[in-house]
């Protein structure tokens, strides 16, 4: 039975945080959804809804008193995330919170290769410095994200090289985060999270064509062609960089080391990529001849 009292869960109109949510119903656990907009929270037995912003750390107080663990999913990427984290932080801090539960990123550092894993770090450490317990769920890439790495044209383009991946399922890393929030033994652990496999993008451009019926390629960039191809989206410096630095880290090797912590926490092994899209054709219909 799980002594994690009343469970805040956060992100909860999102992949992740909504595929915990139904998972904590599944089990009869009881949570509250903190959520920015009421009308937008699922439906869930044993769920109740209080509306929280990331940007209101007082409304946040709110949201989460009287909880006693908290499913903290990290804020979109913004200029000013860190300070997101930070207002999550002394909230659960403020309301009595005793544990968190973050999903943070592999290799989390504060000079990792992925300029948005730095930001991970730094809510590492803030979480650590507010004596509440914590547990960190480091993920790898989504699998779900690989699919839509391919343009229309069927062609994967960055600065990857042959560096290798070891992406993972949000549906691994909800049972992951389930299991650490209901269960014992997680305190001051730090997952790494990751599929059972570490992919270079041409190899995943090969399943992906099984998957699709087409042809898909990878086709590999130099900075200065990756940042000049991107240019057109009009995005801030600060996003560009994220989404370069993606296939930068993948490249120098930073993403693949293949972990066993999925399948020694959610007691099964996780998905391969093949796996995944026969299971989820949604996620290459873009791309599907």
Same mark, same amino acid.
Request: hydrophobic letters at 40%; aromatic letters at 8%.
């Given at each position: 039975?799980?002594?994690?009292?009343?469970?805040?869960?956060?992100?909860?109109?999102?992949?992740?945080?909504?595929?915990?949510?139904?998972?904590?119903?599944?089990?009869?656990?009881?949570?509250?959804?903190?959520?920015?907009?009421?009308?937008?929270?699922?439906?869930?037995?044993?769920?109740?809804?209080?509306?929280?912003?990331?940007?209101?750390? &007082? +409304?946040?107080?709110?949201?989460?008193? *009287?909880?006693?663990? #908290?499913?903290?999913?990290? /804020?979109? %990427?913004?200029?000013? !995330?860190?300070?997101?984290?930070?207002?999550?932080?002394?909230?659960?801090?403020?309301?009595?919170?005793?544990?968190?539960?973050?999903?943070?990123?592999?290799?989390?550092?504060?000079?990792?290769?992925?300029?948005?894993?730095?930001?991970?770090?730094?809510?590492?450490?803030?979480?650590?410095?507010?004596?509440?317990?914590?547990?960190?769920?480091?993920?790898?890439?989504?699998?779900?994200?690989?699919?839509?790495?391919?343009?229309?044209?069927?062609?994967?383009?960055?600065?990857?090289?042959?560096?290798?991946?070891?992406?993972?399922?949000?549906?691994?890393?909800?049972?992951?985060?389930?299991?650490?929030?209901?269960?014992?033994?997680? &305190? +001051?652990?730090?997952?790494?999270?990751? *599929?059972?496999?570490? #992919?270079?993008?041409?190899? /995943?451009? %090969?399943?992906?064509? !099984?998957?699709?019926?087409?042809?898909?390629?990878?086709?590999?960039?130099?900075?200065?062609?990756?940042?000049?191809?991107?240019?057109?989206?009009?995005?801030?410096?600060?996003?560009?960089?994220?989404?370069?630095?993606?296939?930068?880290?993948?490249?120098?090797?930073?993403?693949?080391?293949?972990?066993?912590?999925?399948?020694?926490?959610?007691?099964?092994?996780?998905?391969?990529?093949?796996?995944?899209?026969?299971?989820?054709?949604?996620?290459?219909?873009?791309?599907?001849?």
């Amino acid at each position: 039975m799980s002594t994690a009292g009343i469970i805040a869960v956060t992100g909860v109109t999102g992949g992740l945080g909504g595929r915990v949510a139904r998972r904590l119903a599944e089990r009869g656990a009881t949570q509250r959804l903190v959520v920015r907009d009421p009308a937008r929270a699922p439906e869930l037995a044993g769920a109740e809804v209080a509306t929280g912003s990331y940007d209101d750390a &007082e +409304g946040l107080r709110r949201a989460f008193d *009287g909880t006693r663990t #908290l499913l903290m999913v990290s /804020a979109s %990427e913004a200029p000013d !995330r860190q300070r997101l984290h930070a207002n999550v932080v002394d909230a659960a801090v403020a309301a009595g919170v005793e544990r968190i539960v973050y999903t943070s990123f592999f290799g989390a550092a504060p000079d990792c290769t992925f300029t948005f894993g730095r930001d991970h770090w730094h809510a590492e450490e803030y979480i650590r410095a507010s004596g509440l317990g914590h547990t960190f769920l480091r993920d790898n890439l989504y699998i779900d994200f690989l699919p839509l790495m391919a343009g229309p044209d069927g062609v994967i383009r960055g600065p990857a090289g042959d560096g290798r991946v070891a992406a993972v399922a949000r549906d691994d890393i909800a049972d992951v985060a389930v299991a650490a929030l209901v269960g014992g033994g997680h &305190e +001051g652990r730090s997952y790494d999270l990751t *599929g059972p496999e570490a #992919l270079t993008l041409a190899e /995943a451009a %090969e399943e992906l064509s !099984r998957a699709a019926g087409r042809p898909i390629r990878y086709q590999a960039e130099t900075l200065e062609e990756a940042y000049a191809s991107r240019a057109s989206y009009g995005a801030p410096g600060w996003e560009v960089d994220g989404w370069v630095t993606t296939y930068v880290a993948i490249a120098n090797g930073d993403l693949e080391q293949v972990s066993g912590d999925v399948a020694a926490v959610a007691g099964h092994p996780p998905v391969r990529l093949a796996e995944f899209l026969r299971s989820n054709p949604e996620s290459y219909r873009h791309l599907a001849s």
